[in-house]
């Protein structure tokens, strides 16, 4: 038999490519709001305010005190490629800030109801503005979709409501709110032992007391007591190392031989951006195995500043995985360092219990 006539090709309606790239950006609420945060640091923030219902798929409210935005670059806000962070490809590479290709905001409005109030210093007024499928939409049917001057203080809120209300597959895998939430935890709770200088609240809606808070003021020992508590904090040595040929820098707080888990915790910031690494978190558990019971792990915070241009961001929009350069070589400088401090702590310690 012949074979039947190929079907057209079309292209795919705009909108739903966008829809497509916005999910495979944002596949749980919690991805959403690191974006979040990570914009409201980029612009100076020294006070991020987090609420949060339904585990983030009814309400994700972040209130930051940062730069604020021009009123005329809310136009083309959730425009996907807009971007004040970035203007050619060669910038990727010695890019400081969290954001590099002006996406987050673009993806969250094809898949939630967004809206930004901002107010920049030399605006008498904030204005505010909603968002549907990366451009401005008006408030009510009927009314007009220019951003409306209101009352508000200098800096950013952005609400993002029903997440996933137009992706009902999505929306449908999310089995517990609480599970949802306690992602959100653990993503606020690492940016706030790493940004110094920056307080951070998050709390459920509804509920008076925040389950996150951290004082701006607060040392980064303060803020491991605040969130990991003083298990974790009374235990801590502090490290650091640098080399020059392989142009980077780390420091960290990790457990001494005292401290002991079932399960390591690694909050791990490359180029000040949360990311995992299988392979430094190997590495500093083969550390430990010296040091610790059979099955006990350690707690670590290690921020690690390499030189942009050996870092490859440009991996994949979640950015979760963070690839460098000589990255076998610095990670056995870095735990040469932690096996150092430990042995030395370890051996105060004998001595001490001998006298
Ligand atoms: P990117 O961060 O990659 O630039 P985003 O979509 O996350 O892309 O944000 C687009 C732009 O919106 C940013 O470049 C920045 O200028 C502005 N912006 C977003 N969030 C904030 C904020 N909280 N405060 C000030 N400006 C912001
Ligand atoms: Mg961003």
Same mark, same amino acid.
């Given at each position: 038999?012949?074979?039947?006539?190929?079907?057209?090709?079309?292209?795919?309606?705009?909108?739903?490519?966008? @829809?497509?790239?916005?999910?495979?950006?944002?596949?749980?609420?919690?991805?959403?709001?690191?974006?979040?945060?990570?914009? !409201?640091?980029?612009?100076?923030?020294?006070?991020?305010?987090?609420?949060?219902?339904?585990?983030?798929?009814?309400?994700?409210?972040?209130?930051?005190?940062?730069?604020?935005?021009?009123?005329?670059?809310?136009?083309?806000?959730?425009?996907? &490629?807009?971007?004040?962070?970035?203007?050619?490809?060669?910038?990727?590479?010695?890019?400081?800030?969290?954001?590099?290709?002006?996406?987050?905001?673009?993806?969250? %409005?094809?898949?939630?109801?967004?809206?930004?109030?901002?107010?920049?210093?030399? $605006?008498?007024?904030?204005?505010?503005?909603?968002?549907?499928?990366?451009?401005?939409?008006?408030?009510?049917?009927?009314?007009? !979709?220019?951003? *409306?001057?209101? !009352?508000?203080?200098?800096?950013?809120?952005?609400?993002?409501?029903?997440?996933?209300?137009?992706?009902?597959?999505?929306?449908?895998?999310?089995?517990?709110?609480? =599970?949802?939430? #306690?992602?959100?935890?653990?993503?606020?709770? +690492?940016?706030?032992?790493?940004?110094?200088?920056?307080? &951070?609240?998050?709390? @459920?809606?509804? =509920? $008076? %007391?925040?389950?996150? $808070?951290?004082?701006?003021?607060?040392?980064?020992?303060? +803020?491991?007591?605040?969130?990991?508590?003083?298990?974790?904090?009374?235990?801590?040595?502090?490290?650091?190392?640098?080399?020059?040929?392989?142009?980077? *820098?780390?420091?960290?707080?990790?457990? #001494?031989?005292?401290?002991?888990?079932? *399960? /390591?915790?690694?909050?791990? &910031?490359?180029?000040?951006?949360?990311?995992?690494?299988?392979?430094? +978190?190997?590495?500093?558990?083969?550390?430990?195995?010296? &040091?610790?019971?059979?099955?006990?792990?350690?707690?670590?915070?290690? %921020?690690?500043?390499?030189?942009?241009?050996?870092?490859?961001? #440009?991996?994949?929009?979640? *950015?979760?995985?963070?690839?460098?350069?000589? =990255?076998? =070589?610095?990670?056995? /400088?870095?735990? #040469?360092?932690? +096996?150092? @401090?430990?042995?030395?702590?370890?051996?105060?310690?004998?001595? /001490?219990?001998?006298?």
């Amino acid at each position: 038999a012949e074979a039947a006539a190929p079907r057209r090709i079309k292209a795919l309606d705009p909108d739903v490519v966008n @829809k497509i790239a916005a999910g495979e950006i944002i596949v749980a609420p919690v991805h959403a709001l690191k974006e979040l945060i990570e914009n !409201a640091v980029d612009a100076g923030s020294t006070s991020l305010e987090i609420l949060v219902k339904e585990g983030g798929l009814k309400l994700l409210q972040i209130t930051d005190n940062g730069h604020g935005i021009n009123k005329e670059d809310l136009p083309i806000l959730c425009e996907r &490629f807009t971007t004040s962070k970035l203007k050619s490809f060669e910038d990727l590479t010695s890019i400081g800030t969290y954001g590099f290709r002006g996406e987050a905001l673009a993806s969250i %409005s094809h898949i939630a109801h967004l809206t930004v109030t901002t107010k920049t210093k030399d $605006s008498s007024v904030a204005y505010k503005a909603h968002y549907n499928s990366g451009a401005l939409v008006p408030a009510k049917p009927g009314q007009s !979709a220019d951003p *409306k001057p209101t !009352a508000g203080r200098p800096g950013t809120q952005i609400t993002v409501e029903d997440l996933f209300y137009n992706v009902p597959t999505r929306r449908r895998a999310f089995r517990s709110p609480s =599970e949802e939430y #306690n992602k959100i935890l653990d993503v606020v709770g +690492r940016y706030a032992v790493h940004c110094e200088g920056v307080a &951070f609240s998050c709390k @459920k809606h509804g =509920e $008076s %007391s925040t389950t996150i $808070s951290t004082q701006s003021s607060a040392t980064t020992i303060d +803020r491991i007591r605040q969130i990991h508590g003083s298990a974790v904090a009374n235990e801590l040595i502090q490290f650091e190392s640098a080399d020059r040929t392989f142009h980077f *820098k780390a420091q960290g707080w990790t457990t #001494n031989a005292n401290y002991h888990v079932k *399960k /390591m915790t690694l909050l791990l &910031f490359i180029n000040h951006r949360s990311v995992d690494s299988s392979n430094i +978190r190997k590495a500093i558990e083969q550390t430990y195995s010296a &040091f610790l019971p059979k099955g006990g792990h350690p707690f670590t915070y290690l %921020s690690l500043e390499i030189d942009p241009e050996c870092v490859d961001v #440009n991996v994949h929009p979640t *950015k979760r995985e963070v690839n460098f350069l000589r =990255e076998d =070589e610095i990670t056995e /400088m870095i735990c #040469n360092d932690i +096996r150092n @401090k430990l042995a030395s702590v370890d051996k105060s310690r004998t001595f /001490m219990t001998q006298t």
